[in-house]
């Protein structure tokens, strides 16, 4: 089953501008990532963030951790067009092997 | 190539056919999930393997579904009596374990179609 949702659904935005994706999730964590999946292929990690950390960089990306509202946000600023896939947030909770439980995912589409 | 590799990459069975996927993950890795995507969902967990030993399947993976990793190294997943509703994208993922927090590789997918 899948661990929460993510917000939008589905987001349409020019390149340059910065997209911000949400995830909520439903059960304490260890840690949290986003994934980036292009459309029919598999998943490319882009960023871990642990459960004691409130914000985290990685070039152009930022992700936020609130855990009092299990929620998650990223960040991804100056878009362009190869920004263009679907994002997944993907918890691990403590004692489960690593194993990921993953959100719905936000499709972003960045236009020229 | 030192990514997870996973073939075929596509695969259209009839229904009633069994049919085997496989997964090589990346070398040094010691951990190895299946997951298994429906379009506009999120990935969902099958089953993981520690080196050879099958530690966790989910109660999505029926009895018509087994997977191997007889060496410790690949994997495979084996459909048999294949149905409509198995339709979707086989992910495989692994990882080295070397803690708490691990990064998982995916690889590419295999896209099952039954008809």
């Known amino acids: 089953s899948q661990q929460g949702e993510e917000d939008p659904q589905a987001l349409s935005i020019q390149e340059g501008e910065n997209a911000t994706m949400n995830c909520s999730y439903k059960?304490?964590?260890?840690?949290l990532q986003w994934y980036r999946q292009n459309s029919g292929r598999g998943l490319v990690h882009l960023i871990l963030?642990?459960?004691?950390?409130r914000e985290k960089h990685s070039g152009r990306l930022r992700v936020t951790l609130d855990t009092s509202k299990k929620s998650s946000s990223l960040l991804i600023t100056a878009s362009r067009a190869a920004d263009t896939a679907s994002y997944f947030c993907?918890?691990?909770?403590?004692?489960?092997?690593?194993?990921?439980?993953f959100g719905t995912g936000t499709r972003l589409q960045v236009t020229l | 190539d030192t990514g997870v590799s996973q073939d075929p990459r596509h695969k259209i069975t009839k229904r009633g056919q069994n049919v085997t996927f496989r997964c090589d993950p990346i070398?040094?890795?010691?951990?190895l999930y299946w997951y298994r995507q429906t379009l506009g969902q999120g990935p969902e967990f099958l089953t993981y393997?520690?080196?050879?030993?099958?530690?966790?399947k989910s109660r999505l993976l029926s009895d018509r579904f087994s997977a191997e990793r007889p060496k410790g190294s690949f994997s495979t997943l084996e459909i048999q009596r294949t149905e409509q509703g198995d339709s979707a994208m086989y992910l495989c993922?692994?990882?080295?374990?070397?803690?708490?927090?691990?990064?998982?590789?995916f690889g590419q997918g295999t896209r099952l179609t039954v008809v």
């Open positions: 963030i642990r459960s004691n950390e």
């Open positions: 059960t304490s964590i260890n840690n």
């Open positions: 070398s040094e890795h010691n951990r």
């Open positions: 993907a918890t691990v909770r403590d004692g489960t092997a690593s194993k990921l439980t």
């Open positions: 393997f520690q080196n050879e030993a099958q530690l966790e």
């Open positions: 993922a692994s990882s080295l374990v070397w803690g708490k927090n691990t990064e998982a590789f």
